[in-house]
């Protein structure tokens, strides 16, 4: 168990609709990433905050914004859902140090339909 | 820009044989951090090891290695005596020391290891 939680784990809707994907970070960890992975494809970076500010954007279509939260917990939006989108988003947390590894929650499946 | 090359897409082997997982970076940066990541067909991401840029020491772990080179920029991962819960796809990562701002990972390798 890496310690992130990722919610929900499953979410299935329809093209044009609007989801929230959340992630609780390991307990002390001020860094969150967000990634995307289609099918059979790698890690796409999507964004980076660290201790609430936005530290890094990956190509994240302007349809998704993220925010981290005082708690430290973080959210994904996804809006005007197409069917391309669906995929597994994941979140990993850090210490936020450049050698920190990043620790991965087991990532939310999406899928437009 | 950082990037990480990993340049065999899919590999396959008999188990128990050897195999060497290829990982190539590109930096700028003089300090900067390596990483190898297990993604198994349940599709949880699994941190296995980190390297610093200024300890080129090779690492051993049971049945895993790995051979950190800076002059060919090469940070490869061998398995030896391979086994059938091997099989998942490897990802190579670099970061840099600017609060990690920038963690790129690779393609992945996908290994499949036959009984």
């Known amino acids: 168990d890496s310690g992130v939680t990722q919610t929900p784990k499953h979410l299935i809707t329809a093209t044009g609709q609007r989801v929230t994907l959340r992630c609780s970070p390991r307990s002390g960890d001020l860094s969150v990433y967000w990634y995307q992975q289609s099918l059979d494809q790698g890690l796409q970076f999507l964004i980076h905050y660290y201790n609430g500010e936005e530290r890094a954007k990956g190509n994240i279509l302007e349809r998704f914004s993220a925010q981290q939260f005082p708690d430290l917990h973080s959210e994904l939006n996804l809006s005007s859902l197409e069917l391309g989108d669906s995929a597994l988003y994941f979140c990993?947390?850090?210490?936020?140090?450049?050698?920190?590894?990043?620790?991965f929650g087991n990532g939310t499946r999406l899928t437009v339909t | 820009a950082q990037k990480v090359t990993q340049a065999q897409t899919e590999i396959s082997v008999v188990e128990k044989e050897d195999v060497t997982l290829d990982c190539v970076y590109e930096t700028r940066d003089t300090t900067y951090y390596l990483f190898w990541y297990k993604q198994p067909p349940s599709g949880e991401l699994v941190f296995l090891i980190r390297r610093n840029s200024f300890d080129e020491q090779n690492e051993i772990s049971g049945r895993y290695s790995w051979n950190f080179q800076k002059s060919t920029s090469s940070f490869n991962f061998t398995i030896t005596a391979s086994q059938v819960v091997d099989s998942a796809v490897y990802f190579c990562a670099l970061s840099d020391h600017n609060y990690g701002q920038n963690f790129v990972f690779g393609p992945g390798t996908r290994l499949s290891v036959l009984p």
């Open positions: 990993a947390s850090s210490e936020g140090q450049g050698n920190s590894p990043l620790h």
